[in-house]
C-alpha cells in the first residue's frame, strides 16, 4: 500500500507527475486506460469551465454566494472515477466535480445556489447527502454510514471531504477517533487548499501537516499531490479497497491551491500575495494533465470547440435552473416536518390571508 | 457611522483604554472579519491582542472562559448566527455558569459577539435569529442594538460587563442606517428598553433590525389614524419589563415583532409578561408578527419568511381594530 511507503511523520509527498506533466515514478503510475485519462481531463476541464461561469453568472447578479473549485479539480474528478455508485458522498460546499461525478446535476448545483432548496434533493443522484455549509460537521456522518455498512455488511464505502480549516474543528478530531476505534469503511479526504477563508494553514495548525492527523486516531493516513491527478487516482483507488476490505478508515491529505476566492463575497488580494498565486498557478492540475497527454500523444481533440461545447452545455442548465418553477409560500413549509404540525399549517393560512389583503389593498 | 464602524469604534476605544482587552475569532486579524466590524484594529493593537484563531468554535468560546477567569476580557467573534453552536455546548456549560458553579470566586468578563437575521440574500445558517435560545440560558446576558449609536453605547457596557454577553448584531443593517455618533467614550445601560417613539392606541415591541422595518410601518400607521407607540428592547436578557407594562397599560395593545420562529420565543415571553403583569389592562389578544416554524429559507423563500413593513402594519390594524 502506497500509504506505508509514504509516511506523514517524515512529511513525504506523494506524487507522480511533476508540473511538467513528466512521470517521476514510473513503477507506481496506475494502469490506466488512454480514454479513461482523457475522460479525467474531460472532467476536469468541464468542472473548470462550469466553475467559471457560475462566478461569472454570480457576477452578473444571477446567482448569489458561490463557492469557486478552481485548482482543485484533480481531486474531486479522481475521487469520482473511484466512487462508485453504491458507495457514499458526504461532501463540503466546495465538490463541484465530486457531486458531478456522482450524477448530481449542474441544473441542481445552480438551483441551490441560487437560493432554491429545491436543488438539494439529488433524487438522480445515488447516496449524496446535500451541501454541508456548518464546516466539518458533515464528516460524522460518514462514519455513521460507514457503521451502518458495516452492521449490514454491505459492500459500500463512504466518502466524506474537510478543509484544512475544517481540521481544527472538534468535529473533524471526534469523527476521525470513531472511525478508528469503529473501524469502519469510510475514506477522509482533506482539501488543503492552504486557506480557511482568509487564515492560512501555517495559523490554523502546528503539524508538519495534515495527514499526520491520522496518527493519533490510529489509521492510515497520506499527504499527496493533490494536483497529480495520477497520484490521487491511486491514493483513492488504495483507499477504497483498504476500506472494502474491511480494514477500516484512511486519511488522505490532497494538498492544493484555491485559485480564486473563497467565495464570490470575498476578495484574496487581502490576504493572499501575487506570487504565492503564480508558484501555485505552475501546478494547476488540469494544465499538468494535458502536458502528460500531450507528450504521450493522447489528447487529439480541438480544445476550444470542447470548451465551446461545454460552455453551451453549462449555459442550457444554468437556464434550466434560472427559469424553474417560481418559489411558493408552499416550499417554505414543506420538508421542516414529515409530519406536519396542524400549527405550521396555521401559520401558513394565516400568512396567506395577509397576502389576500395586500392584493386587495392595492 | 455605520453599525459596522460604530462597534469597530467601540472595540478600538476599549482595546486602548484597557490593556486586558483582546479581540479574536475566525479570519477577524488580517482581514478584519467578514463583514469588516474589526478591521484595523489588528494593525493599530498589535497581534497579541487582535487575531485570527483557528477554525473552531467550541474552542474559540472555550478559551476565552479560560481567559476571562485569568484576567482578560475576551471579546470574540463567531462568524454567523448558524456556526454559533458548534460553541454552545461551551456557552452553556460553563460560560454562563462559570460564577455561579464557584460560588462567586469566578466571574466570566467576555463577550461574544455575532451577526445575526434575515435579509441579505446569504447561505444556508447565515441568516438565523438565535436570541431565545440564549435568552433562555441563566447566566448570560443578552443584547441586540438597532443603531449605530446605541451599538456603540451598549458594546461598551457589555465589555466592561462582568457577567458574560451574547451580543448579536443585525447584520441586514450593518451598512444600511448611518447616524452621527458621538466620537469619545459612552456607555447604554444593559437591560433598558427605549421608547422610540410614544403613541396611545398600541404598543409596539421590536429589536434589532426589524426596528426600522416597524418604523416604516409606523408611517403607514400615521396615515391610517393609529398612534403606535414603538419600543425598541435593546437587550433581551434582563428584558426590561417595567417599559413595557407601563406602555401596555397606557395603550391596552400589544405587538410584537421579531423574526426568530415564532413558538417558545422572545415574542412568547414578552406574551407572558403582559398576561402576568398587566391582564386586566388588555383590550386584545397581543399579537406576534414573528418567523414561521419552519428551517429559515434559503435566498429564494425569503421574501415570504421576511416579515415586511406592510405585514406589522396589517397585523397592528387589526390588534388596533379588534
Ligand atoms: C462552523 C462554521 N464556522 C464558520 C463558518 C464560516 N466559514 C465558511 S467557509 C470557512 C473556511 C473554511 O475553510 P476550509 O475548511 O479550509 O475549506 P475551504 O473553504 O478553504 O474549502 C469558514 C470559516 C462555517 N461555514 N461553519
Known sequence: MIFDEFDPKEDKIFRL???EGQVLNASLMPDLDDEIIVKAYKEMLFARVADEMAVSYQRQGRMYTYPPNMGQEAIAVAAGLVIRHED???PVFRELGTWLAKGVSLKEIFLYYMGNEAGSNFKNAHHVLPFSIPIASQVQHAVGIGYSIKLKKIDEVAFTFVGDGGTSEGDF???LNFAGVWQVPVVFTIQNNQ???SVPVRSQTKSINLAIKSYAFGIPGIKVDGNDFFAMFLAYKEALEYARAGNGSVLIEALTYRKGSHTTSDDPTKYRDKG????????DPIIRLKKYMDHKGIWKEDETALIEQYRTEVDKQFEEAEHFTPYQLEDVFQHTYVDMPDDLRRQKLEYEQFLTWKENRK | MTLV????????????EDESVVVYGEDVGVEGGVFRVTEG???KHGVERVFDSPLAESAIVGAALGMAVSGLRPIVELQFDGFTYPAFNQIVSHVARIHNRSRGLFKAPMVIRFPYGGGINALEHHSESPEALYAHIPGLKVVIPSTPHDAKGLMISAIESDDPVIFMEPKRIYRAIKQEVAEGKFTIPIGKAKVLNEGTDVTVVAFGAMIRECQKAMVMTKEAGISMELIDLRTIYPIDKETIINSVKKTGK?????EAPISFSVGSELVAIVNEEAFLHLEAPPKRVMGFDTIVPLAKGESFYIISPERIFYEIERTVNF
Not at chain 1, 276 to 283: H, Q
Not at chain 2, 5 to 16: R, V
Not at chain 2, 254 to 258: D, S, T
Open chain 1, 17 to 19: 507527475i511533476d508540473n
Open chain 1, 173 to 175: 478530531s471526534e469523527a
Open chain 2, 254 to 258: 400589544i405587538v410584537i415583532v421579531a
Open chain 1, 88 to 90: 457514499w458522498l458526504v
Open chain 1, 195 to 197: 486557506y480557511a477563508i
Open chain 2, 5 to 16: 464602524q460604530a462597534i469597530n469604534n467601540a472595540l478600538d476605544i476599549k482595546l486602548a
Open chain 1, 276 to 283: 504565492e498565486e503564480t508558484e501555485w498557478a505552475k501546478a
Open chain 2, 41 to 43: 484594529l489588528q494593525k
